[in-house]
């Protein structure tokens, strides 16, 4: 592992194309850290949020063939995740009950318990919205192609869905 740790992303995906796991293990190890976090505030429970996390790792390793442009590795990553969280809400449905689970190990931009309630409290669409734009740094524009939304949907989505977070908090 230590031969990659100065490689380039691009590098890695390369190598990873070419069946190259240590490449593949590096560019995951990037990358973990902002995967588990929008997992877990996008998820209701810590365990869903591994998992998910879990199944968006192998599923990227089987198809990283088919990563049409390098440079867009992080975007097409995530969307893996956004549709394992979507396949993992539709198999659990959405009748679950919040949890003290979503207390998180780590201290981030949400560490406070009453603002991941309210994140939770969002449909799903309006908590991958919040999560990808707070959280993850990703622009409208971005948002909507992993979404599939034009991004003055996603604007105004997210706008709204602070807004119904704003009053929730203020209660």
Same mark, same amino acid.
């Given at each position: 592992?230590? @031969?990659?740790? *100065?490689? $380039?992303?691009?590098v890695?995906? &390369?190598?990873?194309?070419?069946g ?9 190890? &990037? #990358?973990?850290?902002e995967?588990? &976090? ?12 591994? @998992?998910v ?11 990283? /063939?088919?990563?049409?442009k ?19 809400f ?8 919040? $949890? /003290? ?6 201290? /981030? ?7 991941r ?7 799903? @669409?309006?908590?991958l ?13 971005e948002?909507?192609? #992993?979404?599939?939304? *034009?991004?003055a949907?996603?604007? $105004? ?7 119904q977070?704003? &009053?929730i908090?203020? *209660?």
């Amino acid at each position: 592992m230590k @031969d990659f740790e *100065n490689c $380039s992303e691009t590098v890695l995906i &390369r190598r990873a194309r070419r069946g190259d796991i240590q490449a593949f293990g590096v560019l995951y190890g &990037r #990358i973990y850290k902002e995967l588990y &976090r929008f997992a877990l505030y996008t998820m209701r429970h810590k365990q869903d949020a591994e @998992d998910v996390v879990s199944e968006t790792v192998v599923a990227a390793y089987e198809g990283i /063939d088919r990563l049409k442009k390098e440079e867009s590795f992080r975007s097409w990553i995530f969307t893996i995740l956004a549709n394992q969280c979507k396949k993992r809400f539709l198999r659990k449905g959405e009748t679950e009950e919040l $949890s /003290d689970e979503l207390i998180a190990e780590e201290p /981030d931009h949400a560490s406070d318990h009453d603002v991941r309630e309210a994140l939770m409290l969002l449909g799903e @669409d309006d908590r991958l919205i919040v999560a990808w734009s707070v959280l993850g740094g990703y622009s409208s524009e971005e948002i909507g192609k #992993i979404l599939e939304m *034009n991004p003055a949907t996603v604007r $105004s989505r997210k706008s709204r869905a602070l807004e119904q977070m704003h &009053r929730i908090l203020e *209660n």
